[in-house]
């Protein structure tokens, strides 16, 4: 059966919300700190990202590791970067984790070489994207192949004297951590990317192709006229106007001014677009989960039902009613209180463990809020010819090694903050709590 031809799914949908308000915060952890006010990334060397690497290079094997130094280039621009300097298709590049488009940043990318070395190749040296160093290893880097990162973020359009309350919320944060939120970078530049990838698990294809190419309040003005001429189904006329740096809307675009269907349009995009669309769905149905859990106050503790996560191995631990009493549940406590356990929420998939009890509920909750149930991955598993096995991701995330300064320099005043996360939680999130804005609902 073809793309465009698919059964429409049996049984009534629930109906799907308003989705939106996930994608910021809506309370803070440290709303007792006044606010610093300011803006992020005013300018790319505002916003520094150093990837902390999880293995080292073994100095021999198939893979070249580069450890590239990038700028004003989403990790995904810098992966088609470097598969054309080294002649292979993208399938040959790893990377452990996407960085920020508009920063400066550093980070692993693996190329399958074999039988090659660094010396074979003549050295990648752009402007904006450059190789600090190389070596060979024996395996392709994966997603999450990372220790975790190490941010310093200036804050403009500041008032100096504010360090202080910077100071006094990244304390709070190194104490009981931060919400684990998805930053509104994983929303795209139209906000709508969870939008694209609930569309693609539940096989709307011509609500995936309205998503990407429709007109949006949020379009830049260049392309405005391109998406305009989407709507009135003139594709190659759009295709014409759509800037060429976006490479996923013109192919899609290119599809259907050939004559395919939407469902055959989008099986042009390359399978990690595809899956950071599916990727931005699970984030936004988390955030869901986790601001019920921030409407409970129940962040840092454990309930009937959770399933706790384990920092160090990343496994995760069923808790019970029973767990939670006596002996055991003082020593859950404690474990919690080191940072050694969080309660975890919900990335979906097929082969996703599942809370229980009142966790559970929430999760099962946030999901229908999107107009969709728990089955509906598994059958995207069949649809889309790939597993998407879902994930438990904690629900908090410590803030360690926090330094905090202010300053002037030839661009104006700023304050300036570093420190580390683990794997896959958004420096964003944390100047959320910082800076604070429209977003604040108040103490919780």
């Known amino acids: 059966m073809s793309p465009d031809h698919e059964p429409e799914p049996d049984g009534q949908r629930p109906e799907l919300t308003d989705t939106d308000i996930h994608v910021r915060p809506r309370a803070y952890i440290t709303a007792d700190v006044p606010a610093v006010g300011g803006v992020l990334k005013r300018r790319d060397d505002d916003f520094l990202v150093e990837e902390l690497p999880l293995i080292e290079p073994a100095g021999e094997g198939e893979h070249l590791h580069l450890f590239i130094e990038k700028q004003g280039l989403s990790t995904l621009d810098l992966v088609r970067i470097v598969a054309k300097h080294f002649g292979v298709s993208r399938e040959a590049i790893g990377f452990a984790g996407l960085k920020d488009k508009r920063a400066i940043t550093r980070q692993v990318i693996s190329v399958h070489t074999p039988g090659k070395t660094p010396e074979d190749f003549p050295m990648l040296d752009r402007a904006n994207a450059r ?73 709307l294809h011509q609500e995936a192709c309205d998503e990407l190419l429709g007109v949006s309040d949020r379009s830049p003005p260049a392309q405005r006229d391109a998406r305009m001429l989407y709507g009135e189904g003139d594709f190659g006329g759009a295709y014409d106007l759509f800037p060429p740096h976006y490479h996923s809307e013109r192919g899609v675009l290119r599809a259907l001014a050939s004559g395919k269907g939407p469902g055959q349009a989008l099986a042009t995009l390359d399978k990690t677009v595809r899956s950071f669309y599916v990727s931005s769905l699970q984030s936004c149905v988390f955030n869901s989960v986790l601001d019920r859990r921030l409407d409970r106050g129940t962040l840092g503790q454990l309930v009937p039902g959770d399933v706790a996560f384990v920092h160090e191995d990343r496994s995760e631990l069923a808790v019970s009613v029973d767990e939670l009493e006596g002996e055991s549940g003082r020593a859950l406590g404690e474990r919690l209180a080191r940072f050694e356990l969080s309660p975890s929420g919900a990335m979906w998939g097929s082969k996703m463990v599942q809370a229980r009890g009142d966790p559970g509920d929430d999760e099962r ?10 089955g509906d991955f598994g059958l995207a598993d069949k649809r889309l010819g790939e597993m998407l096995e879902g994930a438990r991701r904690p629900l908090r995330v410590r803030v360690q090694d926090p330094e905090v300064e202010a300053g002037v320099d030839e661009h104006g005043a700023y304050i300036r903050c570093a420190f580390d996360l683990a794997r896959g939680a958004f420096a964003t999130t944390v100047m959320d709590e910082v800076l604070k804005g429209e977003a604040a609902r108040g103490h919780v």
Do not use: C
């Open 365 to 374: 909750a946030a999901l229908r809020a999107f107009g969709m149930e728990a």
């Open 131 to 203: 190789v600090l160093w190389a070596d060979l290893h024996t395996e392709k880097l994966r997603r999450g192949q990372l220790a975790g990162n190490r941010f310093s973020i200036r804050a403009r359009g500041v008032e100096p004297g504010r360090v202080v309350h910077a100071q006094r919320a990244l304390d709070i944060l190194g104490r009981v951590g931060v919400p684990n939120r998805f930053g509104v970078q994983r929303f795209g530049y139209l906000r709508n990317n969870h939008l694209i990838g609930r569309a693609l698990v539940l096989g």
